[in-house]
């Protein structure tokens, strides 16, 4: 008898399948992932007024603010406007990362 996986009945080798079908998903997940964290995704708000880019781990690599919307007398605007660009840009990750990610998770993300 063969030193490894002990005689189950011939369901060593499935197991053995198994293990390597999982691992070879798992590198596939890991892959995905890096490449993903490295893409930059775009929000904007209404009329482009503020431009968010932000990467796939959902770190803010830039932001672009029109001098239109800047107006001292009016915060509450900008604040607005950076709000739906950042949701905008994390909702373009999120629906990336589902739709790269989804096969391998079956919708659990």
Known sequence: MSKGMPNMGGMGGNMANIMRQAQKMQKEVQATTEELNKTEYTGKSVDDFVVVKVT???KIADMTISDKIIDPDDPDTLQDMLI???NNAFK????DKQAKLGK??????
């Open 56 to 58: 796939g781990d959902k």
């Open 84 to 86: 739906d660009a950042l």
């Open 92 to 95: 373009a990750v999120d629906d």
């Open 104 to 109: 391998y998770t079956n919708g659990l993300m």
